[in-house]
């Protein structure tokens, strides 16, 4: 049974950084492609990002391109999420998953089988 941690949440101002990191156990996320997603309160969960197996290929929701970048460190069975500049509408509690099938990157959480149990990140003005 594959077991998804997520760590590094937190409360920052807008502007700041925070790098949220997923341990990934039980099972080998080093050859299954993994993704964020997340959750405002009353709104539904929407996609963040992606990556597949192998690090080559990402996807970005356009509300966070240019500020988040997901990365993997297959070694350590971990992902991670830097996201910089952040803005009080990226409050939520972050999610990470590991694809179902190998080479998806896309939008669908239908698509992913895995999940943690999520991490606050709450921005301030």
């Known amino acids: 049974q594959v077991q998804l941690v997520e760590s590094g949440g937190g409360s920052v101002q807008a502007g700041d950084s925070l790098t949220l990191s997923c341990a990934a156990s039980?099972?080998?996320?080093?050859?299954?492609?993994m993704g964020w997603f997340r959750q405002a309160p009353g709104k539904e969960r929407e996609f963040v990002t992606a990556?597949?197996?192998?690090?080559?290929?990402?996807n970005y929701a356009d509300s966070v391109k240019g500020r988040f970048t997901i990365s993997r460190d297959n070694a350590k069975n971990s992902v991670y999420l830097r996201m910089n500049n952040l803005k009080v509408e990226d409050t939520a509690v972050y999610y990470c998953a590991r694809a179902h099938l190998l080479g998806y990157v896309g939008e669908n959480s239908d698509m992913y089988h895995y999940w943690g149990q999520g991490t606050q990140v709450t921005v301030s003005s």
């Open positions: 990556i597949s197996w192998d690090g080559a290929n990402t």
């Open positions: 039980g099972g080998t996320s080093g050859n299954r492609d």
